[in-house]
């Protein structure tokens, strides 16, 4: 079993940068890679970064250049730094444990508790 607590959004202005932390802990199979994934109001859950636990990372087309994920091995914590931030980044983001092929993403159930980020024009 693979747990996740996620913590760092907040309200941050247009142009702000927030940085998101996803702490886990516990291990399974078929799972390689943490992501991080955003919800909007009335729309679906879109994956938005990921990082291997081999350092290997991949971003969606809306952020990249903007967001980074990085990982510390020693804290067992992801970071989603998010730059350069635009009202339409407002979403509940969340973090999964699951395996990354090279090609796809592929989330297992291990999922935090989320965390809102809101940006304000």
């Known amino acids: 079993q693979v747990q996740l607590v996620e913590s760092g959004g907040g309200l941050v202005q247009a142009g702000g940068s927030l940085r998101l932390s996803c702490a886990a802990s516990?291990?399974?199979?078929?799972?390689?890679?943490l992501g991080w994934y955003r919800q909007a109001p009335g729309e679906q859950r879109e994956l938005v970064a990921r990082?291997?636990?081999?350092?290997?990372?991949n971003y969606a087309e809306s952020v990249e250049g903007r967001f980074t994920i990085s990982r510390d091995n020693a804290k067992s914590t992801v970071y989603l730094q998010m730059n350069s931030l635009k009202p339409e980044d407002t979403a509940v983001y969340y973090c999964?444990?699951?395996?990354?092929?090279?090609?796809?993403?592929?989330?297992?159930?291990?999922w935090g508790q989320g965390t809102q980020v809101t940006v304000s024009s």
């Open positions: 516990g291990r399974a199979l078929n799972v390689n890679a």
């Open positions: 999964n444990a699951g395996l990354d092929t090279g090609t796809y993403y592929y989330p297992r159930n291990y």
């Open positions: 990082i291997t636990y081999g350092g290997s990372t």
